[in-house]
T-cell receptor, first 115, second 108 residues
Framework: GAGVSQSPSNKVTEKGKDVELRCDPI?????LYWYRQSLGQGLEFLIY????????KSGLPSDRFSAERTGGSVSTLTIQRTQQEDSAVYLC?????????????FGQGTRLTVV | GQNIDQPTEMTATEGAIVQINCTYQ??????LFWYQQHAGEAPTFLSY??LDGLEEKGRFSSFLSRSKGYSYLLLKELQMKDSASYLC?????????WGAGTKLIIKP
């Protein structure tokens, strides 16, 4: 696609429910990143994919968080048994890793509210 | 560990010049990026430096010194729309390491 697409754009869920967030990266981008951003705060790294593998999962806050990427393309971030502290904007970005144009392009994010 | 430092907040006057500094300590270096993020929006790419020196792009310029682990973003002729957070990021071993961002407040 023309840009990074994330869905849903907004999600309100009840505490304890599971949610699944989706990211469609730019076609051909091998690197995919998930970040979390609370209001007025910086980017909190969650996980990085290179192709379908995740060399760095160190940012996942707890075992309630998991992510996968299939076909070197779409990625899903799953949060199980959501808690109120999970409320934030979840941003996905993708990039090339070789060559000159390796800047990351961001999707518009999923705003998650746990009530 | 890997670390990127930027000032938390800066204030400048419309029409003036402001320099936002970024220092980094990373295990690898494959380039440094500056991004702009307006409140409620996703970050957007501004500039990329991989070699030492100054890259100019209109009102915005970015400088890099690899030996000092230092970069700055220079914004000239400030406009009210430049009020935003400015994020510094380093590509280290194919990952992106991000600073916490500098919130720039522009006053008339």
């Amino acid at each position: 696609g023309a840009g990074v697409s994330q869905s849903p754009s907004n999600k309100v869920t009840e505490k304890g429910k599971d949610v699944e967030l989706r990211c469609d990266p730019i076609s051909g981008h091998t690197a995919l990143y998930w970040y979390r951003q609370s209001l007025g705060q910086g980017l909190e790294f969650l996980i990085y994919f290179q192709g379908n593998s995740a060399p760095d999962k160190s940012g996942l806050p707890s075992d309630r968080f998991s992510a996968e990427r299939t076909g070197g393309s779409v990625s899903t971030l799953t949060i199980q048994r959501t808690q109120q502290e999970d409320s934030a904007v979840y941003l996905c970005a993708s990039s090339l890793v070789w060559g000159e144009n390796t800047e990351a392009f961001f999707g518009q994010g999923t705003r998650l509210t746990v009530v | 560990g890997q670390n990127i430092d930027q000032p938390t907040e800066m204030t400048a006057t419309e029409g003036a010049i402001v320099q936002i500094n970024c220092t980094y300590q990373t295990s690898g270096f494959n380039g440094l990026f500056w991004y702009q993020q307006h409140a409620g929006e996703a970050p957007t790419f501004l500039s990329y430096n991989v070699l030492d020196g100054l890259e100019e792009k209109g009102r915005f310029s970015s400088f890099l010194s690899r030996s000092k682990g230092y970069s700055y973003l220079l914004l000239k002729e400030l406009q009210m729309k430049d009020s935003a957070s400015y994020l510094c990021a380093v590509r280290s071993n194919y990952q992106l390491i991000w600073g916490a961002g500098t919130k720039l407040i522009i006053k008339p």
